[in-house]
């Protein structure tokens, strides 16, 4: 299973950008894949899953500014994310586990990061 995520750059507090995680080697559409991020000297966090049937969850902090979607036929999903805050500065990587979870320690799959930079 391989995983590239893109999309990432640098952008001014209050605006967007959409990452973007090409998968390969399984079917995306059959197990979830999520979302994360890690910022300097901090321990890498949940951000947003995607499951089967459309089911979605987000962390607190991101909920109602960030989106994850999935297009099954092209194997890829995205994280849409709005209303950027200095805070959401991150490496952000997408993820691919055979069950439901926000744990990163269950995750199996992982692409390389993709660095947003937002400033204030």
């Known amino acids: 299973v391989q995983l590239q995520a893109s999309g990432g750059g640098s952008v001014q507090a209050g605006g967007s950008l959409r990452l973007s995680c090409a998968a390969s080697?399984?079917?995306?559409?059959?197990?979830?894949v999520g979302w994360f991020r890690q910022a300097p000297g901090k321990e890498r966090e949940f951000v947003a899953l995607?499951?089967?049937?459309?089911?979605?969850y987000y962390s607190a902090s991101v909920r109602g500014r960030f989106t994850i979607s999935r297009d099954d036929s092209k194997n890829m999903v995205y994280l849409q994310m709005n209303s950027l805050k200095s805070e959401d500065t991150a490496v952000y990587y997408c993820?691919?586990?055979?069950?439901?979870?926000?744990?990163?320690?269950?995750?199996?799959?992982w692409g390389q990061g993709t660095v947003v930079t937002v400033s204030s």
């Open positions: 080697g399984y079917t995306s559409k059959v197990i979830p």
């Open positions: 995607s499951g089967v049937s459309g089911a979605t």
């Open positions: 993820a691919a586990s055979r069950v439901w979870t926000d744990s990163p320690a269950n995750f199996e799959f």
